[in-house]
């Protein structure tokens, strides 16, 4: 209906941001208008289980070989405003490598490419919303915004429900990352809304002698909800 779409003000970041330079590009300079949502946007394509293959959320293993780098454990639970889990939402992820480069033609800097990461997972929550990858904890790398920018190491997130009309995507960082001071897409979120796009390190579910973990729970709507983006990229 209309007015049902509002921007929650001192929890996501602005569609302007001065610092972060490519905004000035993507971000609408007219009002926005309200499209009806139609038949077709609400039924098809369906994204559900279907779209999950074996292996989907471990990203440390592709072409018969493993990834370099840390192995993590990534997991957390998808909620709403009031707590409560969302079960059935495809989770997506993907990332650069332990060096800092993604598997992507237009990432020419000259960080090695790791021929068994492709850096990109998918899965469905569970009964209680839960979700859990495995990979390796990204690196960080240069992109060019401003002198000397380096981006913060960090997974990018993507969240479904049923149609892409309910798409949500959003960042998860590490703790005490030395890189957030110079990075503007993490200092674009409201203060009070930062901590909650940094993964807390979670000693209960390492596995011994294997890998660390990092809990990130999503909250989708509210005044604890998880500052989310108007864009899917950096560049």
Not at 15 to 43: F, G, K, M, N
Not at 142 to 147: K, L
Request: proline residues 8%; aromatic residues 12%.
């Amino acid at each position: 209906m209309p007015g049902a779409y509002r921007d929650q003000l001192g929890t996501h970041p602005p569609r302007d941001v001065l610092d972060y330079r490519s905004t000035a590009l993507r971000h609408p300079a007219r009002p926005l208008i309200l499209l009806p949502q139609r038949l077709t946007e609400i039924t098809g394509p369906v994204l559900g289980e279907g779209r999950i293959a074996e292996g989907d959320a471990d990203l440390t293993r592709a072409r018969g070989g493993e990834a370099s780098g840390q192995r993590i454990i990534v997991h957390g639970r998808v909620l709403d405003s009031d707590g409560r889990c969302v079960p059935n939402t495809l989770v997506e992820v993907w990332q650069a490598n332990a060096a800092g480069r993604y598997r992507h033609a237009r990432d020419t800097w000259p960080a090695p490419l790791d021929p068994y990461f492709d850096g990109a997972g998918r899965v469905m929550t569970d009964a209680a919303g839960h979700y859990r990858f495995t990979t390796v904890r990204p690196g960080a790398y240069p992109w060019g915004n401003h002198h000397n920018a380096w981006r913060p190491a960090h997974i990018h997130f993507s969240l479904f429900g049923r149609a892409f009309t309910q798409r949500l995507v959003t960042q998860m960082y590490f703790p005490d990352d030395p890189m957030f001071f110079q990075d503007p897409i993490y200092n674009a979120a409201p203060e009070d809304a930062r901590l909650r796009l940094i993964g807390a390190f979670d000693y209960e579910a390492t596995q011994d002698n294997w890998a660390l973990a990092y809990r990130f729970d999503i909250v989708l709507r509210g005044r604890n909800s998880t500052p989310f983006e108007g864009d899917d990229h950096d560049e």
